[in-house]
């Protein structure tokens, strides 16, 4: 294991139960756990996009917020539904973001998953193409923007421009060179890792997949990592892809552990239906003490195929308390996986 970072949904409520009762209040504490991951020596933060819910929505203001705030840590999503994206208008963004960030962005983009309302993606003004559905409309909008970030120009000049331009075609600025290799797909099937390897994209593969033989979770997600890597090698790309898993990771180390997550009842895989027809099997989450932690993740097969590994966190629990999660990890339990 190479490198350990946090995702987090950026649930709010404004129930009283809950110490992130605004958007303003996932915002602002976003960026402060993710200052506070940086000083812990955490080495990512990672946060979900969902739309028309109570969660982090608009992910490049937040990005650009956090790089300039911190210094070391890479920032990214844990996914951009590109179904709902101008993939032209986010390569600008993105490429903003990355500069003030100096290079730290990993931009984790997708599919996308059902959301909280039908087709929200119409509303945003997008249709797919005669004869073709929503995923290919977001698989079309992803080339479009992986084309983007090669800087190559497209766009034919204005002979009498309002400012000089340099000679050629014109390409979308601000450019962030190095930031096309930065870039990941979230796959749920085995056919969609391998398709993202033939595009150039790092793997992210997160708490569920396409139940697609009936195995345990992190065999069946295992087995997604290397065929994402065969595809890779037969694809020809020269540089040595990465490849990120999201797991559910508590260690109990404390009264206030015990009391939100030590409930002893036995962790399992769960089977269930995401879309119509489509079963999927949700990966357990895993709560002990450290040592029985750390016996227990060496043997998840995906979590060894890895290079990252993204701890989801209780983001309503708040800053502190999150805090002190990755960091029981970062110093009871990574240590004993190989980190650092």
Sequence with gaps: MKKIGFLSFGHWSPS???????????????????????????DGAYFRVHHFARQLASPFPLLAAVGAKTSKIEIGTAVIDMRYENPLYMAEDAGAADLISEGRLQLGISRGSPEQVIDGWRYFGYEPAEGQT???????????FLK????????????????????????????????????????????????????????????????????????????????????????????????SVSRSIFALVNDRDRMYFGSGRPEEDQFGYIEPEKRAVFGRGYTAEPDKLIEELKRDEAIAEADTLLLTVPNQLGVDYNAHVIESILKYVAPGLGWR
């Design 16 to 42: 009283p139960n809950s110490g992130t009762r605004t958007a303003s209040d996932a915002l602002l504490q976003s960026i402060d756990l993710a200052v506070a991951a940086e000083e812990l020596g955490a």
């Design 134 to 144: 929503d995923a290919d409309m977001a698989r079309l909008n992803a080339e479009i």
């Design 148 to 243: 983007a970030l090669t800087g190559q120009g497209f766009a034919q000049p204005n002979p009498r421009p309002m400012f000089p331009n340099p000679p050629g075609m014109l390409r979308l600025e601000p450019y962030s060179e190095g930031l096309l290799e930065r870039i990941w797909w979230g796959a749920a099937s085995d056919a969609t890792a391998v398709w993202a390897a033939k595009m150039g994209m790092n793997l992210q593969s997160s708490t569920l997949k396409f139940d697609e033989s009936g195995k345990p979770f992190h065999i069946q997600q295992a087995e997604q990592i290397r065929a994402y890597r065969a595809a890779w090698k037969e694809a020809g790309h020269t540089r040595t892809p990465r490849v």
